[in-house]
Each structure stands twice: as structure tokens, then as C-alpha cells.
């Protein structure tokens, strides 16, 4: 089985092709590009550059939080890819593939992870995870300074790392960005079929009394 993992919920534009399912899948090819903006017109071609344009029996697909217009995107990519290939489709989450990313990157022993990645309105999502790649608590959406009391796990990884690292004043930062090519790392209790957006925190937007 093949599955094809897609990531576009950030200011990457990411997919990744393997062989197999799970912690046993063996990667055939992969692309990942910093771009901020623009994932509807480069997610596709980046699929269609993989061996076999990237056909795959299984989908794999974030859900955020992150970017509203990426997470879209990603998702509407994967069910369009899903029916026309007669593909089962899971979702993860956002936060959950840059801890699993961290892991492959850090030089550590450390057991905890927090993850820092950029929010809206200049906030931060934040949520730690454990050994085993498992969130020890819901993620949040907080202001810099609010994030910097979050937790004092010494390992901090995303996109806000080394500005929460330094507003604490203490830890080690792993400034990076979701990497598909980690999504086997994803522990699949994280996978869903429920394929809902996560926006990470509430609408500004209020209904009228």
C-alpha cells in the first residue's frame, strides 16, 4: 500500500510519498518548499512530481491549526485526489507532525516537546507532547508572553521556538516548519476520518444578540 502524506497548513508546502502504512513505511519521494504563500498553485504540481504523480491508496492530509486558507486547501487537495483515486482519507493534526518532525531533528533524550508555531493576530499555538509523540495537553492559542508560562519543557520546536525560548530566557529552540516526509512518525491514534478543520482558537466574529 502507498499512502501520500500532504502539508500545507503553515507557511510550507509539503508532500511525501511511501511505501507501506504507519512506523513501517518506507519513503519513495518527497518535496518541501518555504513558500508563505501561494500552496493552491504549487500543492499539486509538487504531488504530480512524485513517482507515479504521487497515486497513492491512502491519503494522509493536515488539519491544522495553522494557516485557514492552507488547511483548506490541503483538504480539499486530498478528497479531490481520494475520489479520483478511490483513496481512504485520514486527517492529523498540525502540531502533532512538527513535534514528530522536532524528534527527527533533535539532539536530545529529552522525554517532552512543546511546540511553538505562529497563530493569529500575533499569538501563539502552542501544545507539549510526550516520548511517544502524544499530546500531554490541548493546544492553545496564547500571546507571546502567556505562551512563555505555558510549560517549562527545555525543548522547544516550530516556527516560534526561539522567540518563546527567548522570552522564558531559558530552553533550546528547533526553529522549523511540518515536514511530510515525518508523517509515519505520527502515532496513529492522532489519524481521523473526521476531516474537520482545526483552527486553534475561536472566530472573531460574533453572531448578533
Known amino acids: 500500500m502507498r499512502t501520500l502524506a500532504i502539508e500545507c497548513a503553515t507557511e510550507a ?8 502504512a504507519d512506523a513501517d513505511a518506507h519513503l519513495l519521494d518527497h518535496r518541501h518548499e518555504v513558500i508563505g504563500r501561494g500552496h493552491a498553485e504549487r500543492l ?3 504531488i504530480a512530481e512524485l513517482p507515479a504523480r504521487g497515486r497513492a491508496e491512502r491519503i494522509l492530509v493536515s488539519l491544522g491549526p495553522g494557516s485557514f486558507t492552507g488547511t483548506r486547501i490541503g483538504l480539499a487537495t486530498a ?16 502540531l502533532a507532525l512538527v513535534g514528530a518532525t522536532a524528534r527527527a531533528f533533535a539532539d536530545t533524550a529529552e522525554p517532552q516537546i512543546l511546540v511553538a508555531m505562529t497563530g493569529g493576530h500575533g499569538e501563539y499555538f502552542v501544545q507539549l507532547f510526550g516520548d511517544r509523540g ?3 495537553a490541548d493546544h492553545a492559542s496564547l500571546t507571546p508572553e502567556a505562551a512563555a508560562g505555558f510549560a517549562d519543557t527545555p525543548l522547544v520546536a516550530g516556527s516560534r521556538a526561539e522567540e518563546l525560548v527567548g522570552l522564558r530566557g ?11 516526509r515525518y508523517a509515519p512518525a505520527l502515532p496513529v491514534s492522532l489519524l481521523t476520518d473526521r476531516l474537520s478543520p ?10 448578533p444578540a
Open 170 to 180: 531559558s530552553g533550546q529552540a528547533l526553529d522549523l516548519l511540518p515536514d511530510a
Open 79 to 94: 478528497r479531490a485526489l481520494a475520489i479520483a483515486w478511490g483513496s481512504e482519507v485520514l486527517g492529523f493534526p498540525t
Open 44 to 46: 499539486v504540481p509538487m
Open 13 to 20: 508546502c509539503s508532500v511525501a510519498l511511501f511505501e507501506g
Open 134 to 136: 502524544l499530546p500531554l
Open 198 to 207: 482545526i483552527y486553534g482558537r475561536h472566530p472573531d466574529a460574533k453572531l
